[in-house]
């Protein structure tokens, strides 16, 4: 059973770009949360989605910023204008039924704003 | 709201040395409590978890931790440190009512392990 994939590891974008982040939650596992991590801080919690519905976006910044988890394929984070103040790692977990059990970790994509 | 306090950010101990690194927490409901590792560049692995029951929770790698209600803690311990325990360590809550819920994090304490 592979774990959760992120891809791109590590995306470099120019200001002003577009930045489309993606996660594969684990087999059997409907419930997709994003995380960002910025330097010296904790991870913040951004968006809990199930399939074709977004349940909780208050972390989420409210322009530019974007989540989806369409019935099929990945789950997408898309950053829209990406300026150097987004420069993170994204993290993205998955669990069966809500956190209040486990989640489990992607290793994140790490997005550099040049 | 939930919070969950880590102080300071770094922590140093020799190999062979006990480890504890604290977590407080706030909750209006009854917690689940985590604690994860990040290694380099690495996403992040659960340790152990809290739930329900017995308040110490025993997780991977000989680490443990114990739920105090009354002291709203649930710190992190290790009785002896080893190289491979340097990394980075986040204490998370979850209400457990199951709706809507999602893990609050700390800030972060970093352990380094001296030879």
């Known amino acids: 059973n592979a774990g959760v994939m992120q891809n791109p590891r590590h995306l470099v974008r120019r200001r002003g770009q577009e930045a489309r982040l993606r996660c594969s939650p684990m087999k059997g596992h409907s419930h997709v949360y994003w995380y960002r991590q910025l330097p010296e801080e904790g991870l913040k919690f951004m968006v809990y989605?199930?399939?074709?519905?977004?349940?909780?976006e208050s972390g989420m910044p409210k322009e530019r910023f974007s989540a989806e988890f369409p019935k099929e394929g990945p789950s997408i984070l898309r950053i829209q204008q990406v300026v150097r103040g987004d420069s993170a790692a994204y993290f993205c977990?998955?669990?069966?039924?809500?956190?209040?059990?486990?989640?489990?970790f992607g290793q994140g994509t790490r997005l550099t704003v040049v | 709201a939930q919070s969950v306090t880590q102080l300071g950010s770094h922590v140093s101990v020799s190999e062979g040395a006990l480890v504890l690194l604290r977590c407080n927490y706030s909750?209006?409901?009854?917690?689940?409590l985590f604690w994860y590792v990040q290694y380099p560049n690495q996403g992040l692995q659960l340790l152990l978890k809290y739930t329900t029951g017995a308040t110490l929770v025993k997780g991977i790698n000989g680490f443990e931790a114990e739920f105090k209600k009354s002291e709203t803690s649930f710190h992190l311990t290790k009785p002896s440190a080893h190289m491979s325990d340097a990394a980075e360590y986040f204490c998370?809550?979850?209400?457990?009512?199951?709706?809507?819920?999602?893990?609050?994090f700390g800030k972060g304490i970093t352990l380094s392990v001296r030879p």
């Open positions: 909750s209006s409901v009854p917690p689940y």
């Open positions: 989605l199930q399939k074709e519905n977004i349940i909780d």
């Open positions: 977990a998955s669990s069966p039924s809500g956190m209040n059990t486990e989640a489990f």
């Open positions: 998370a809550v979850s209400d457990y009512t199951g709706a809507n819920s999602k893990l609050t």
